[in-house]
Protein backbone atom coordinates (compact mmCIF):
# COMPACT_ATOMS: atom_id res chain seq x y z
CA UNK A 1 0.00 0.00 0.00
CA UNK A 2 1.14 3.45 -0.69
CA UNK A 3 1.14 6.20 1.46
CA UNK A 4 1.97 9.75 0.33
CA UNK A 5 4.38 11.98 2.57
CA UNK A 6 1.01 14.70 2.52
CA UNK A 7 -1.06 12.24 4.20
CA UNK A 8 1.65 11.68 6.80
CA UNK A 9 2.25 15.48 7.28
CA UNK A 10 -2.02 15.11 8.56
CA UNK A 11 -0.12 12.86 10.89
CA UNK A 12 -2.70 11.71 13.89
CA UNK A 13 -2.87 8.87 16.48
CA UNK A 14 -5.43 6.90 14.25
CA UNK A 15 -3.14 6.96 10.95
CA UNK A 16 -0.22 5.83 13.29
CA UNK A 17 -2.44 2.53 14.65
CA UNK A 18 -4.23 2.11 11.63
CA UNK A 19 -0.49 1.64 9.70
CA UNK A 20 0.69 -0.37 12.14
CA UNK A 21 -2.66 -2.81 11.87
CA UNK A 22 -1.44 -3.06 8.00
CA UNK A 23 2.01 -4.25 9.14
CA UNK A 24 0.80 -6.77 11.27
CA UNK A 25 -1.69 -8.05 8.26
CA UNK A 26 1.56 -8.38 6.07
CA UNK A 27 0.20 -5.84 3.96
CA UNK A 28 4.17 -3.81 2.62
CA UNK A 29 4.01 0.20 2.88
CA UNK A 30 5.35 2.20 0.81
CA UNK A 31 5.82 5.86 0.91
CA UNK A 32 5.02 7.45 -1.97
CA UNK A 33 6.16 11.20 -3.84
CA UNK A 34 8.93 11.06 -1.23
CA UNK A 35 11.27 14.40 -1.68
CA UNK A 36 8.35 16.27 -3.18
CA UNK A 37 6.95 17.47 -0.01
CA UNK A 38 7.89 18.57 3.21
CA UNK A 39 10.31 15.89 3.41
CA UNK A 40 10.54 14.50 7.61
CA UNK A 41 13.84 11.18 8.01
CA UNK A 42 11.88 11.30 11.35
CA UNK A 43 8.63 9.51 8.92
CA UNK A 44 10.83 6.42 7.58
CA UNK A 45 11.74 6.08 11.48
CA UNK A 46 8.43 5.98 12.72
CA UNK A 47 6.48 4.69 10.07
CA UNK A 48 7.39 1.11 9.19
CA UNK A 49 7.78 1.18 5.56
CA UNK A 50 8.88 -1.35 3.25
CA UNK A 51 10.01 0.99 0.40
CA UNK A 52 10.10 4.33 -0.80
CA UNK A 53 9.43 5.71 -4.11
CA UNK A 54 11.13 8.53 -5.43
CA UNK A 55 9.10 11.20 -7.75
CA UNK A 56 9.23 11.15 -11.07
CA UNK A 57 9.86 15.07 -11.17
CA UNK A 58 13.69 13.65 -10.14
CA UNK A 59 13.51 10.96 -12.52
CA UNK A 60 12.72 12.89 -15.36
CA UNK A 61 16.28 15.20 -15.07
CA UNK A 62 18.24 11.97 -14.94
CA UNK A 63 20.76 11.66 -15.87
CA UNK A 64 21.63 14.77 -17.07
CA UNK A 65 21.25 17.36 -14.36
CA UNK A 66 23.87 16.69 -11.60
CA UNK A 67 22.13 18.18 -8.79
CA UNK A 68 19.56 15.59 -9.10
CA UNK A 69 22.10 13.20 -9.69
CA UNK A 70 23.39 13.97 -6.68
CA UNK A 71 20.02 14.19 -4.70
CA UNK A 72 18.84 10.71 -6.41
CA UNK A 73 22.19 8.95 -5.28
CA UNK A 74 21.65 9.86 -1.72
CA UNK A 75 18.00 8.64 -1.41
CA UNK A 76 18.59 5.38 -3.01
CA UNK A 77 21.69 5.25 -0.29
CA UNK A 78 20.19 6.14 2.82
CA UNK A 79 16.97 4.03 1.59
CA UNK A 80 19.06 1.55 1.22
CA UNK A 81 21.18 1.63 4.83
CA UNK A 82 17.74 1.90 6.33
CA UNK A 83 16.62 -1.79 4.63
CA UNK A 84 14.46 0.08 2.14
CA UNK A 85 13.44 -0.72 -1.46
CA UNK A 86 13.00 1.54 -4.08
CA UNK A 87 11.15 2.07 -6.78
CA UNK A 88 10.98 5.04 -9.33
CA UNK A 89 8.34 6.36 -10.83
CA UNK A 90 7.92 8.27 -14.30
CA UNK A 91 10.88 6.26 -15.85
CA UNK A 92 10.14 7.38 -19.96
CA UNK A 93 13.71 6.83 -21.12
CA UNK A 94 16.37 3.98 -21.68
CA UNK A 95 19.01 6.60 -19.84
CA UNK A 96 17.37 7.17 -16.88
CA UNK A 97 16.65 2.84 -16.26
CA UNK A 98 20.08 2.54 -16.90
CA UNK A 99 21.11 5.39 -14.50
CA UNK A 100 18.78 4.26 -11.46
CA UNK A 101 19.69 0.61 -12.09
CA UNK A 102 23.46 1.09 -11.74
CA UNK A 103 22.62 3.33 -9.14
CA UNK A 104 20.89 0.73 -7.21
CA UNK A 105 17.34 1.13 -8.03
CA UNK A 106 15.28 -1.78 -7.25
CA UNK A 107 12.25 -1.27 -8.76
CA UNK A 108 10.94 1.13 -11.75
CA UNK A 109 7.16 2.20 -13.31
CA UNK A 110 6.72 4.11 -16.16
CA UNK A 111 6.17 4.72 -19.76
CA UNK A 112 9.04 2.96 -20.60
CA UNK A 113 7.91 -0.27 -19.12
CA UNK A 114 4.15 0.56 -20.50
CA UNK A 115 1.28 2.63 -20.16
CA UNK A 116 -0.98 2.50 -17.58
CA UNK A 117 -3.31 -0.92 -18.57
CA UNK A 118 -6.26 -2.67 -16.78
CA UNK A 119 -6.20 -5.55 -14.58
CA UNK A 120 -7.03 -7.56 -16.49
CA UNK A 121 -4.38 -7.12 -19.28
CA UNK A 122 -1.87 -6.80 -16.79
CA UNK A 123 -3.00 -10.54 -15.37
CA UNK A 124 -2.67 -11.26 -18.80
CA UNK A 125 1.16 -9.71 -19.82
CA UNK A 126 2.02 -10.94 -16.27
CA UNK A 127 1.31 -14.86 -17.28
CA UNK A 128 3.49 -14.72 -20.24
CA UNK A 129 5.94 -13.89 -18.39
CA UNK A 130 7.81 -10.53 -16.58
CA UNK A 131 8.12 -7.55 -19.26
CA UNK A 132 11.99 -6.02 -19.25
CA UNK A 133 13.17 -3.17 -21.35
Known amino acids: MEITENLILEENGDL ?15 LDD ?15 FSSLKIDRCFV ?14 AIIAMAHHLELEVIAE ?7 WDF ?7 YGQ ?8 AVKEWEGLWQKQPFFP
Not at 16 to 30: A, G, Q, T, V
Not at 90 to 96: D, K, L, V
Not at 110 to 115: A, D, E, K, M
Open 100 to 106: LRLEGCD
Open 60 to 73: ELLPDDQNTVGLVR
Open 16 to 30: LKNLSDLKEENISLS
Open 110 to 117: GYLFSPPI
Open 90 to 96: GIETPAQ
Open 34 to 48: FGTGYSSLNYLRKFD
